[in-house]
């Protein structure tokens, strides 16, 4: 009964001081969605992360891994330690808002939201901070560069040992979502987001006069053979119980009407949930490519770059998100969402240590922010920053209280 009172008092201060720090937060995360960067390019950001960290009197390295940053807010006593990681980087979009935190960088945005989950963690810290005298143990604040492009930020800040002195016991991130409503979570146990590989094809042929084929190897036609018997990987091959997807978005054939070019290049995204799998995929899209290349009289160069594993979310770790998000939120503010075939490169922290990320809600369909992420009208509810920067400390506190 105890605990259960010290709790719901640490819960209602926590609450009390997100609705506190809103404003500071959100002038925060205005200030990032005015100024983005790309993916290893994150210098002003950190910049800007390390001089409210400085502000907040939390402790920090920086230049991890690039513009990496990981600071650390220490309890009243020896404890687990745990991480709390967002992303920095935005897209190469234009933004097509007109709002007065509109992107002032022509041709980059933050489509996909990490001006948020950057703003909800140091609200989060802040909150820590202020409260550490009331929890055990430490909280690692983890803010990740280059999650939008491969090979990605997580695996070089874990290469550097941010999982390490000490060492961390799980890892939790939350990511927006434009489907769920503000002051909503969605959270899923198990594999959650797909790998990702990229598909690099080079079909070689016999460059000539289109009204001479005979004379000819035509690229453009084995191209088109190679892309319909690699579909028949997803159709025949996969089980229907594990999602795949092969996906091919660009074809370069250099000919005109009346030339057959000498060669054609394709690229594409395998994604998929099992790393046995993912691996099967990656043998027969080469076989297929080459065998039909050949058969055809051709040749196909297959490059297969893998990309991002699968995120893994723990099911103890997020079995508790589950229990600890529904004491914050309300029941009917946790829910359950499907699997979904994009990306992410916390993965690799899921991969080395008990994990969970969950979803935030950012939408208010009466206020017009229903966008899709990587969409240059993507916006966000900012009543959502109060519900992030809150939960994650309250889940903080609670991991460290089991």
């Avoid at 790309?38 to 920086?62: H, M, Q, V, W």
């Avoid at 008990?354 to 966008?371: A, D, M, Q, T, W």
Wanted: glycine share 8%; hydrophobic share 40%.
């Amino acid at each position: 009964m105890t605990f259960f009172f010290k709790m719901t008092e640490l819960k209602n201060r926590i609450q009390q001081l997100s609705t506190e720090y809103f404003e500071d937060i959100r002038v925060i995360r205005r200030h990032f969605h005015r100024h983005p960067e790309l993916s290893k390019k994150e210098f002003e950001t950190a910049a800007y992360i390390c001089s409210c960290l400085d502000k907040y009197g939390i402790p920090y390295r920086n230049n991890i891994a690039g513009t990496g940053i990981v600071g650390l807010i220490s309890g009243s006593g020896e404890g687990k330690n745990i991480v709390l990681r967002a992303d920095m980087d935005a897209l190469p979009v234009n933004e097509a808002n007109d709002t007065e935190y509109k992107s002032e960088v022509p041709g980059t945005m933050h489509a996909c939201g990490h001006d948020v989950h950057m703003s909800c963690l140091l609200g989060a810290a802040r909150i820590l901070n202020t409260l550490k005298d009331r929890f055990h143990g430490s909280v690692k604040i983890i803010f990740q560069p280059s999650e939008e492009s491969y090979p990605g930020g997580a695996i070089g800040m874990i290469r550097n040992g941010v999982l390490k002195n000490p060492d961390t016991s799980i890892a939790i991130a939350q990511h927006v979502l434009n489907t769920i409503d503000a002051g909503k979570i969605g959270i899923r146990p198990g594999f959650y987001m797909a790998s990702t590989d990229e598909i690099y094809l080079t079909v070689k042929g016999k460059s000539g006069h289109a009204a001479t084929p005979e004379q000819d190897i035509d690229p453009v036609l084995i191209a088109a053979h190679i892309l319909v018997a690699i579909q028949q990987i997803v159709s025949r091959n996969a089980s229907p119980l594990m999602p795949t997807v092969i996906s091919f978005g660009k074809i370069i054939g250099e000919g005109r009407t009346n030339i057959i070019p000498a060669e054609v290049k394709i690229e594409g995204t395998v994604r998929t949930f099992s790393e046995t799998w993912r691996k099967e995929i990656h043998e027969k899209i080469r076989k297929i490519a080459s065998g039909i290349a050949e058969a055809l009289g051709g040749e196909c160069d297959v490059f297969v770059d893998p990309g991002y594993p699968a995120v893994k979310n723990d099911e103890t770790v997020t079995r508790n998100v589950r229990a600890w998000a529904t004491e914050y939120l309300g029941e009917k503010n946790v829910i359950d969402v499907e699997q979904r075939m994009t990306a992410e490169d916390f993965s690799y922290f899921s991969w080395e240590i008990p994990s969970c990320l969950y979803r935030l809600g950012i939408r208010n369909e009466k206020k017009g922010f229903v966008s899709n992420l990587h969409t240059p009208t993507f916006d966000v509810d900012e009543s959502s920053l109060v519900t992030g920067m809150g939960l994650m400390a309250y889940l903080a506190v609670r991991a460290l209280s089991e």
